[in-house]
């Protein structure tokens, strides 16, 4: 009682709380231990920012590093789908939640494993979310990682500023597909990290032309050559192009990763040179 009086007090003359103050020595604590930490982001929906995320994460963990999955999408949370995840998640004797386990190197937190009813909507406004991405990185079990992938949904709204205010040495790694509606928020978001002063660590193009499986033509379905360009025009670093591939779909909807179900698929063999540069770049 007399600490939440001194704390509010604390508030009122524009001083952090007590509680605040110790949230914050958490996070620092929390990032001190994780290497690097990489933020997954776009302007737009859609264009495969959790797929990235989630098989970028298995990708590093395949190479040996060990692995952090933070989905901070909060309002449609893709990546237990995507990994196959459908437990709740325990908490430890610190009281500190215990990340679902993929393997010995990958660790993943979503919001879907808080929710008892998987098909519950998470109404929250600004603070709320803020308050609960903090909590992913304070009040999780995350240990020794060289890599913390950072999942976000759509746009340049709560949620990345969030991110970029409590982990403000994260890296972006910007997701596109090569056609024009894409690219133009895209472009939106590229100058969200410049004024944030958030580093780039580059453009990722995604559903770039498809292998047709019968003759090996090569399909456009969303055109082509439009991330390289946007790249090239913005002074960003360009990643690499991922193709479309319906292997893609049926892999996330089966809970595997493309990365673990198939090694010579030529998504994966793609984002394999994305992660490399990605390793060569930090
Ligand atoms: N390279 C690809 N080839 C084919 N399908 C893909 C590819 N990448 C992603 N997809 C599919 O596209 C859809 C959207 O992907 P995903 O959920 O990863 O996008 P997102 O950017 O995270 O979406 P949002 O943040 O708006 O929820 C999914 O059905 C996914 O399986």
Do not use: Y
């Not at 231990?33 to 994460?57: E, R």
């Not at 939106?188 to 193009?205: A, P």
């Not at 673990?260 to 793609?270: D, G, L, P, V």
């Amino acid at each position: 009682m007399i600490h939440d009086s001194v704390d509010a007090a604390k508030k009122a003359k524009g001083g952090k709380s007590d509680a605040a103050q110790e949230q914050e020595q958490m996070i620092k604590g929390t990032l001190s231990k994780i290497k690097n930490k990489l933020f997954v982001m776009s302007g737009k929906g859609g264009v495969g920012k959790s797929s990235i995320s989630a098989n970028l994460a298995v990708g590093l963990a395949d190479k040996g590093f060990k692995v952090g999955l933070m989905d901070v999408d909060l309002h449609g949370p893709s990546i237990a789908q995507i990994m196959g995840l459908s437990e709740l998640l325990d908490i430890n004797e610190a009281r500190k939640l215990i990340p679902a386990q993929k393997g010995p190197n990958l660790k993943v937190i979503t919001m879907q494993c808080l929710m008892r009813e998987a098909d519950q909507a998470v109404i929250w406004r600004g603070p709320a979310k803020a308050g609960m991405i903090q909590q992913f990185v304070s009040q999780v079990e995350w240990g020794d990682l060289d890599f913390l992938i950072i999942d976000a949904p759509p746009g340049t709204g709560d949620e990345p500023l969030t991110v970029v205010q409590t982990i403000p040495e994260a890296k972006a790694i910007v997701v596109t597909t090569p056609q024009e509606v894409a690219l133009a928020d895209v472009r939106k978001s590229i100058n969200f990290c410049q004024t944030v002063k958030l580093d780039v660590v580059g453009l990722v193009e995604n559903m770039g032309p498809f292998s047709c499986p019968g003759c090996n033509t090569k399909i456009s379905l969303f055109k082509s050559g439009g991330g390289l360009t946007t790249a090239t025009k913005m002074g960003i670093p360009f990643l690499g192009t991922l193709p479309f591939d319906p292997e893609v779909v049926e892999a996330s909807d089966a809970g595997t990763p493309i990365f673990t179900k198939n090694k010579s698929n030529e998504f994966t063999k793609a984002l394999d040179a994305v992660i490399t540069k990605i390793v060569k770049q930090l």
